[in-house]
């Protein structure tokens, strides 16, 4: 056993250390996403190692009595300068140490670092080298490495509640979470919806998937400390009496009403309750009841009331404190829910953008996409200096112009530019004001996902004859014109038409028909 001087001497050193390698992590560069959340992890990995290791050295200088014997035992008193007892007897239990394990690794600290900090694959030897990703394995393939929520099943979950006014799609949903910043969440619920245990349960899971998609995504982010001071604020302003939408006694009497749990008549001989007095009494003149009466009448042991309440006074305060009970957890689970998207309103606009992006997509087009995604992505490679030189040229280019660079990463000639018209702005105010460089661009981008999203947006085909067309208002005024020409065709199809009746008589089909319809042909 090492002795508590050693021990902490090799606390204080790991800490110093494991401060370094977190140091080295945060520094690098990290293009990507899935990168930036790995190093992340790995960042938050290296912190708690070193809180436990600042615990554990804290306890340890708490302990004088176990440091005084140490010092005691290594200073030896000057009568005893050369007496190494016990230097030699701590020798020995090294050695036996190391003689019953001989395998031991020594270093065993400088591993673990290396694990930490090693990148994969740095030598570049491996073309095909595909690492095993943990962190990838923490997210769903919709939530796309941490990219965007899956909130599918609590969409399901919201639209089934009890008391809403319509359901919703999935993006009014997320709109619906967006607005959580401006205000409480779920606010444009009925107050009877937001009392039912439905709406727990439903909240519940919301605020469970968001604290947990917060943690995998921003691991550094001490987010139970938030969570904690949102509790708190909760209570303080739950007592103040803040929440006028959550009023207890109001809320619960129409919740009862919506779950079925108000006062009710339980008759113990039918095994049925009643919810209004005139039926019940109404009920105990009917042949059934009388029959029930009479076999409860021979029986020994009575029928027992199912719900579990024996007296008729202990089921209403019962209910009442247990719907109270449900509205205050309701409230608490709103509140800290709020707050959580409140810190992921960026990622529900990211979220927002991708569904819609996805419905303009045709069916070959995210088989094209799931397939991209299934690729492994490649390992970062270890630059080495000629790399990083070729790299700072790269970024010294001289670029005046704003030229688009071509496909070497250079700017292309001024006279191509000239040529293919790229300094001519197309702005498209269908596809929310985007501006398109060149000509080429312009045409190509009527039959892309961003025009086509904008015209299912106003109701309208994205066909031919609305090329060109990018002014809403053009687009609306055309497609009326259209409908006006479809409908002048008819008009002239029924007039320019002509039948001949029994007689000889010609007349057009609109004449016609109505002189059928009367009789008169």
């Known amino acids: 056993m090492d002795s508590i001087i050693e021990t902490q001497r090799q606390t204080h050193e790991e800490i110093e250390r494991y401060e370094t390698a977190l140091y080295s992590l945060l520094s690098r560069n990290q293009p990507t996403h899935e990168i930036r959340i790995q190093t992340e992890h790995k960042a938050a990995q290296v912190l708690d190692r070193i809180s436990s290791r600042v615990t554990a050295l804290h306890n340890s200088y708490l302990d004088e009595d176990a440091r005084k014997a140490e010092i005691g035992t290594l200073s030896a008193p000057a009568a005893a300068q050369n007496d190494l007892s016990e230097f030699y007897a701590r020798l020995v239990k090294i050695q036996d140490h190391y003689n019953k394990y001989p395998d031991a690794v020594a270093g065993g600290f400088d591993m673990e670092l290396a694990a930490i900090l090693e990148e994969g694959n740095q030598d570049g030897l491996d073309d095909d080298y595909e690492e095993e990703d943990p962190i990838s394995l923490l997210f769903s393939g919709e939530e796309a490495y941490g990219k965007y929520l899956d909130l599918y099943a609590n969409h399901t979950a919201y639209n089934n509640l009890k008391g809403i006014s319509k359901r919703l799609p999935y993006l009014q949903y997320l709109d619906i979470l967006l607005a959580a910043q401006n205000g409480l969440l779920h606010s444009e619920l009925p107050k009877e919806a937001r009392a039912t245990k439905d709406y727990e349960v439903y909240i519940q899971h919301l605020h469970d998937y968001l604290m947990s998609f917060v943690k995998r995504t921003q691991p550094l982010v001490d987010i139970q400390t938030k969570h904690q001071e949102a509790e708190v604020e909760f209570y303080q302003r739950w007592d103040d009496g803040e929440f006028v939408d ?53 029986s020994e042991t009575p029928p027992q009331n199912p719900n579990g309440t024996q007296t008729i006074t202990a089921q209403p305060a019962s209910n009442g404190q247990l719907l109270k009970s449900r509205l205050r957890s309701s409230a608490l689970l709103t509140y800290l829910s709020t707050s959580l998207l409140v810190v992921l309103v960026p990622t529900i606009s990211e979220t927002k953008s991708n569904v819609e992006r996805r419905f303009s997509l045709t069916a070959r087009e995210r088989e094209q996409e799931l397939l991209e995604q299934s690729k492994p992505t490649p390992a970062p490679t270890n630059t080495s200096g000629d790399a990083a030189a070729e790299e700072e040229e790269e970024e010294r280019i001289y670029n005046p112009l704003k030229l688009p660079l071509g496909w070497d990463g250079k700017p292309i000639p001024y006279w191509l530019y000239k040529l293919h018209g790229l300094g001519v702005e197309y702005r498209c105010e269908i596809c929310s004001d985007h501006v398109y460089m060149g000509r080429k661009n312009f045409d190509r981008h009527f039959q892309e996902s961003r025009h086509a999203f904008g015209m299912r947006a106003l109701g309208l085909p994205n066909t031919k004859h609305f090329h060109e067309i990018t002014r809403i208002e053009d687009a609306l005024s055309l497609a009326e014109k259209l409908k006006q020409e479809g409908r002048h065709e008819i008009f002239e199809q029924e007039t320019m038409e002509e039948l001949e009746d029994d007689e000889g008589n010609v007349y057009n089909r609109k004449t016609y028909e109505d002189l059928k319809k009367q009789g008169l042909i």
């Open 246 to 298: 959550w009023d207890e006694n109001k809320t619960a009497k129409r919740s009862a009403i919506a779950d079925g749990v108000g006062e009710g008549m339980w008759c113990s001989a039918c095994q049925k309750s009643y919810s209004k007095k005139t039926v019940y009494d109404a009920h105990l003149t009917s042949k059934k009841h009388m029959k029930a009466i009479a076999k409860q009448a021979v």
